[in-house]
């Protein structure tokens, strides 16, 4: 079947470490994007790609990084940069089209401890 | 910063109720407006989706109504089940460039259907 996967579920983070959430889509999309969800806030865009080698900053990037060097995957790294890292984030992809669903990971929640 | 905003935050019915959700955008350029679904713990998944040159869409027990000239667009759930109970978040979409969608989010809204 296929889909986005996103790892690890759960990642505890200490203070000051910079740590990788995984995204990996077999759903041939070219366009990808991470996003962060706070209680109440909806859904942030952080980053987003829309080919290999290539990405933009979305709307809260400080303190976040990303690489696009395979087609399949957008990993995102957070930063020591990041004031405020616990949250849930979501990875997705679409494929090119106007009225094209945006297909969303599982999630990873990240704390820091 | 483009916005869309969604009311109420939380939405509590009986079984068998009707729930309305409702949001507002501003930029004339989105030009697509899906309704996302989400339990605890997992990630959205789509629920149905609307283009603005429509103004009802009707699949299953849920629908959305669309105001072009309001920039307003709303979702009802018939006949309510607990099942349903999950935050629903509105979208408004246009493209970035080249490939890549710009999805703006509403701030969503917690439904349960009690039995």
């Known amino acids: 079947d296929g889909g986005i996967t996103q790892s690890p579920k759960y990642l505890f983070r200490k203070e000051g470490q910079n740590v990788t959430l995984s995204c990996e889509q077999n759903?041939?999309?070219?366009?990808m994007y991470w996003y962060r969800q706070d209680p109440g806030q909806g859904l942030r865009l952080i980053y987003y790609s829309q080919i290999v080698n290539d990405f933009q900053k979305g709307d809260i990037a400080e303190g976040y990084s990303v690489s696009r060097e395979k087609k399949e995957s957008f990993p995102l790294t957070v930063t020591s940069a990041q004031k405020n890292p616990t949250a849930f984030y979501l990875c997705?992809?679409?494929?090119?089209?106007?009225?094209?669903?945006?297909?969303f990971g599982q999630g990873t929640r990240l704390t820091v401890v | 910063q483009q916005q869309v905003k969604q009311s109420p935050q939380s939405l509590i019915v009986q079984k068998g109720g009707i729930p309305i959700i409702n949001c507002a955008y501003e930029n004339t350029a989105f030009d697509y407006f899906p309704w996302y679904q989400q339990f605890p713990g997992k990630g959205p998944a789509l629920l149905i989706a609307?283009?603005?040159?429509?103004s009802e869409k009707k699949e299953g027990r849920f629908t959305i109504s669309f105001n072009k000239s309001a920039k307003q667009f709303s979702l009802h759930i018939m006949d309510s089940q607990p099942g349903d109970s999950a935050t629903y978040f509105c979208a408004a979409s246009s493209t970035f460039s080249g490939s890549a969608r710009q999805l703006t989010f509403g701030s969503g809204t917690q439904l349960t259907v009690l039995p």
């Open positions: 609307i283009r603005p040159d429509v």
């Open positions: 997705a992809s679409t494929k090119e089209g106007r009225n094209t669903e945006a297909f």
């Open positions: 759903l041939n999309h070219d366009a």
